[in-house]
């Protein structure tokens, strides 16, 4: 069963990454063989092998990037960073990976950079959702919490299908304390029902409660 949902959620998320990578629509043969051997996309072991593919074929983007967030989930942000900077010295309109220098530096409590990396993303597109559902949770680690609701509405109404978005502006409606309105966009990511909305809903159900205290 757990493996079923972390083979939906990666598809799912291969599908996001290569809408944004148009040049990179599907993960290479061998780069798939390797996601095929493991269950869990963040342990060790998975960076082991995959930071060794990666040296063997550093062109292949979509490795590396996953290589990136597997670090980062491993809160490794340091060589998260420099496989991040790889891609964007290949090629800097790699819009994606200025969010994820951004969410490494939101991470480091460096928020006025991760700010600057945001900014970044909206010169090449001012209508980027991710860009506003990244600032979001800045400005919600940094308790500002006003600026955080502005963002969050920018970004649902840019697309209010978006899962990142419903879940950014609940999330943002949470810490203004505008309980209605949450739990309505929490109901509707509940009626999506994928494995990457029902991770949505898992994350915020256990800030809501209090069980994950995400920015305290």
Same mark, same amino acid.
């Given at each position: =069963?757990? !493996? ?11 599908? $996001? ?11 290479? /043969? ?6 095929? #051997?493991?269950?869990?996309? #963040?342990? %060790? ?33 340091? @060589?998260? /960073? !420099? #496989?991040? +900077? !790889? ?24 928020? @006025? ?9 909206? *010169? #090449?597109?001012? %209508? ?6 990244? =600032?979001? $949770? ?12 502005? =963002?969050?509405?920018? *970004?649902? %109404? ?22 209605? /309105? ?18 949505? +809903? ?6 809501? @409660? ?7």
């Amino acid at each position: =069963m757990g !493996k079923e949902i972390n083979d939906a959620a990666l598809y799912e998320e291969l599908e $996001r990454i290569s809408s944004i990578i148009d040049k990179y629509h599907f993960p290479s /043969e061998d780069f798939q063989a390797i996601l095929s #051997q493991h269950e869990n996309y #963040q342990s %060790e072991v998975f960076v082991g092998q995959l930071d060794r593919y990666v040296n063997q074929k550093p062109d292949d983007t979509l490795a590396r990037y996953y290589l990136a967030d597997a670090l980062y989930e491993l809160k490794e942000y340091e @060589d998260s /960073e !420099k #496989q991040i +900077v !790889k891609i964007l010295e290949n090629d800097p309109a790699f819009n994606d990976g200025y969010l994820f220098l951004a969410a490494i530096y939101r991470e480091r409590h460096d928020y @006025d950079r991760a700010l600057e990396y945001c900014q970044k993303s909206l *010169a #090449q597109n001012i %209508e980027n959702i991710y860009a506003y559902t990244t =600032m979001t $949770r800045i400005e919600l680690k940094r308790h500002q919490d006003e600026d955080a609701l502005n =963002m969050a509405i920018k *970004a649902y %109404e840019l697309d209010d299908h978006d899962i990142e978005a419903i879940s950014n502006l609940s999330l943002a409606y949470h810490y203004n304390n505008f309980a209605k /309105e949450r739990d309505e966009l929490l109901a509707k990511l509940n009626e999506i029902n994928t494995a990457y909305s029902n991770e949505k +809903v898992q994350f915020l159900t256990s800030v809501f @409660d209090g069980t994950d205290p995400w920015r305290d």
